[in-house]
Structures are given as structure tokens and as C-alpha cells.
């Protein structure tokens, strides 16, 4: 049921672990030592690991954070705020939902060929390309070697001709069918459902590839988050809050509501706030036309004493300090570069550099996004979804956009082929019909 070796595995939790605030310093020692004498180290010694070695670590006395997985104690460390929700005419609203789709999978597609690599790597290949920095889709090079081999040739510069699947677009039409079966008020369970009749084992990830297999050995919600998953504060919970937003116009609170219901099924802490920042920034983005003001209301609904909610902040001080945001990038990587290349802190850090260094500009917010290297796919994806609801499909930039030929691919059954407006109108649909029962 495990696709990771068991050693990675153990090896990912020992480094949580030691995130969280965990003295693992004689776990590594024992590990290493059990390592050697054990050369056909298997599953069953990894479970004994975690659940005998591994369960009663003391904390560290100079880890001062408060990072609860309830939601009940994550309200009473934020600042929830209860705003009375603009009205938007139908037509506002798919103007609004089709942008987010639209720069949601423009950004996608920009971030692709390159995901993964760090930023240094990315200047290189543009080097070789003639170009000193990401201002468009990225261009095609002569020199096809191994170091830079682009596995995706359909999203680069000229080839592009819709936005071919990925997860970062599946996630949405994922929630969309778990709103449409089970509405707002939907559990964690509900999704997992959702997840086991509609995603491929195999083409799920890190934490959402944990709970996956969870889900079929019979774990139930917040089990399938925290049974032998190491990747609990991934990146996975932040790429799946997107029609949170969109479907709550100015009303963050719902936004982030339904972003947790649907994290916690695979993440706990970070990996949570994650999620529940993206949407709250999507439903703030209605009403603010300023990217500093979305990410300043956006963290209200984090915990003041996490790891994230001091990133973002840091972020935000960077942005009032440094000018350059290649200088306010470099300070990002020296304070936060030990995390994986796909957790949830590091790349929540790059998607606000990109929207505050942006300057409402939609292809310099990706462009800088994607630019800053890592998870450049999930962080271009969701920074074009931020700025495709503050600005509205209207006034997204041609060059950007009409590549796309109105066309998504994914995984989900029904929507394996699809025009970006119909997924704009059906979510619509689905916000209009929320509307009415609320009035009703």
C-alpha cells in the first residue's frame, strides 16, 4: 500500500518531528544504528519506530510556538473577523470565478516544466536561453541535457495550447463534486469519499497519498492526517482550498471553514493554516484591490503563534524594507531554506513575495512566483488565482490567457476535457444555489 521506501519514510518523520519542536537528537543515533544492523529494513520496522521510539519525544524548551489542529482552538489563537458580504451581480461573479480558473491554470502551466528546480537553476536555463529573467511562458533551448530536460514540452513558449492536467487543477474539480454532493457543510469524511471514487492512487502525493492509503485501511479522519504520514505540513492542503474562495465573495470566515474541513483529512497544523490562508485570501480578493491588504487579512485567520503566521509576517516586514524582491527572496531562503522543497511554509513565503512584489501586475506576480524556484507550479497557480478574482477575467492580460484556448485537462471523471468558462459557470451555479437556500 506504500509506494515510499520505508527508510524515506522514517527519515520524513524524524525531520517533522524535529520541525515541530521535537528532540530527535538520540532517535537519529538509534536509527542509524538499527539502519546498519538491519540491511533489509521493511514496513514493519518503520511502524515500530513510529509508534514505539517515536511516540513519547519531549519538546524542545526553546520552541515557543502554539500550533493546534482543532478548529476550535485555531479561532481562539487568531483574530476572526465576521464582515457582512458584499453583493456581486451574476455577472461580476463569473468574471471574477473565471479569472481565478483562468490564472489559476495560466500560472499552473508557467510553473510546470520547471517544478521542482531552485531559482538559481531557473536563471540558469534562461540564460541559456538568452533571457536574464521569467517575463513569459518559458522558451525552448537547444541544450536538451539531462540537468535541464523539460518533461512537459506541451507548456513551454509556442507549444502551448491548453493547460494540460495537473494536480494543482484537479484539486478544484475535486471540491467542486465534494460541494456538489454534500454542500458547505460537508466533513472530512465526505471528501475522502469523494478522493476514493474520483482520484488514482497512484497520481496522489506526500501527505494526500498518506491519507489516501489511510482512507482504504480503514482510518478515520484526523487518523488518516496523522497515521504514518510525515508530510502532514506539506504543500498538498495549500493547492486545494482555491473554490473556497471563489464561492465566498468578502466572506473569508465560510472560506476558511470549508479550507479546513477539507485539510484535515491529510494535514495537521501549517499543512492546515496553509489551505485556510489561500482561501481566506481568495474571498478577501472580491473586495480588496490591493495585495498587501488580502495577505494582511488573510493571516488574521492563522494562529498568531505559528511558524506560518511569523513567515508571512517576516514576509510582509521584508516588503516594507527591501525594495528588490530578489533581496527580499534571499532573506526568505536564508531563514526558511532547510524545509523541503514542497512544504507548506517556504512556498506560502514565495506566493506572498509574488503578490505583494507584483504590483497588481498579473504576469510579474507568476513570473515572480515562479522565478523564486521550488514548488513553482503550486505557488504560480495560486497566485494567478488570487489576482484572477482581484481582477476579473476581463482585465487578465491576452498574452497570458488566450495560450489556454479555454481548455483544461484533467484526471476527474467527467472533466478529463474541459473549457475553463463551463467550469466558471458551474461553480457559479453552485454559489447561486448556496445564495438561494441561505435566503430561503
Not at 491588504?293 to 498568531?304: A, F, M
Not at 523564486?372 to 497557480?381: F, P, Q, V
Not at 484526471?411 to 437556500?437: W, Y
Request: proline share 4%.
Amino acid at each position: 500500500m506504500l509506494f515510499e521506501d520505508p527508510r524515506t519514510l522514517l527519515k520524513d518523520e524524524i525531520k517533522q518531528l524535529e520541525e515541530e519542536g521535537f528532540d530527535t537528537s538520540e532517535v537519529v543515533d538509534s536509527l542509524n544504528w538499527y539502519l546498519i544492523m538491519n540491511r533489509h529494513f521493511d514496513i514493519n520496522d518503520a511502524r515500530y519506530f513510529f509508534y514505539e521510539i517515536l511516540k513519547d519525544l519531549s519538546k524542545r524548551e526553546e520552541f515557543g510556538y502554539n500550533e493546534p489542529s482543532e478548529w476550535e482552538k485555531i479561532v481562539s489563537e487568531s483574530s476572526f473577523e465576521i464582515y457582512e458580504a458584499p453583493k456581486f451581480s451574476e455577472k461580476e461573479l463569473f468574471n471574477r470565478i473565471y479569472g481565478g480558473l483562468l490564472g489559476r491554470a495560466a500560472g499552473c502551466m508557467l510553473g510546470k516544466p520547471v517544478e521542482g528546480w531552485t531559482r538559481e537553476k531557473i536563471l540558469e536555463y534562461l540564460k541559456i536561453a538568452g533571457e536574464d529573467h521569467l517575463e513569459y511562458y518559458f522558451p525552448a533551448i537547444e541544450n536538451d541535457s539531462e540537468e535541464f530536460k523539460i518533461y512537459f514540452k506541451e507548456t513551454l513558449r509556442n507549444n502551448l495550447k491548453k493547460a494540460i492536467r495537473d494536480d494543482d487543477l484537479d484539486y478544484p474539480i475535486i471540491n467542486l463534486k465534494v460541494l456538489e454532493k454534500y454542500g458547505t457543510n460537508f466533513t472530512p469524511e465526505n471528501v475522502g469519499h469523494v478522493w476514493l471514487e474520483n482520484l488514482p492512487f497512484g497520481l496522489v502525493y506526500t501527505a494526500e497519498r498518506a491519507a489516501y492509503r489511510n482512507l482504504v485501511m480503514g482510518f478515520k479522519p484526523p487518523e488518516t492526517a496523522t497515521h504514518m504520514n510525515p508530510y502532514r505540513e506539506w504543500i498538498g492542503a495549500q493547492i486545494r482550498g482555491d473554490i473556497f474562495g471563489w464561492i465566498s465573495p468578502g466572506d473569508p470566515k465560510k472560506a476558511i471553514k470549508m479550507a479546513y474541513e477539507d485539510a484535515k483529512l491529510s494535514h495537521t497544523k501549517n499543512g492546515i493554516y496553509g489551505e485556510m490562508f489561500i482561501a481566506a485570501m481568495l474571498a478577501n480578493a472580491y473586495i480588496y484591490n490591493d495585495p498587501k491588504k488580502i495577505v494582511e487579512e488573510g493571516i488574521k485567520y492563522i494562529p498568531k503563534n505559528s511558524r506560518l503566521h511569523e513567515a508571512i509576517t517576516f514576509v510582509l516586514k521584508l516588503y516594507e524594507e527591501t525594495s528588490k524582491w530578489e533581496k527580499a527572496w534571499e532573506k526568505v531562503m536564508e531563514k526558511y531554506g532547510d524545509y523541503h522543497t514542497v512544504h507548506t511554509i517556504n512556498n506560502a513565503c514565495f506566493v506572498v513575495l509574488g503578490l505583494l512584489y507584483g504590483e497588481k501586475d498579473f504576469g510579474k506576480s507568476i513570473c515572480i512566483a515562479v522565478e523564486s524556484g521550488l514548488d513553482t507550479d503550486c505557488n504560480g497557480a495560486t497566485v494567478g488565482s488570487i489576482m484572477g478574482i482581484m481582477l476579473g477575467a476581463e482585465h487578465l492580460p491576452g498574452k497570458w490567457i488566450d495560450p489556454l484556448n479555454d481548455t483544461l485537462e484533467s484526471l476527474v471523471p467527467g472533466f478529463q476535457t474541459v473549457r475553463i468558462s463551463f467550469l466558471a459557470e458551474r461553480i457559479l451555479k453552485l454559489l447561486t444555489n448556496f445564495t438561494k437556500k441561505k435566503i430561503n
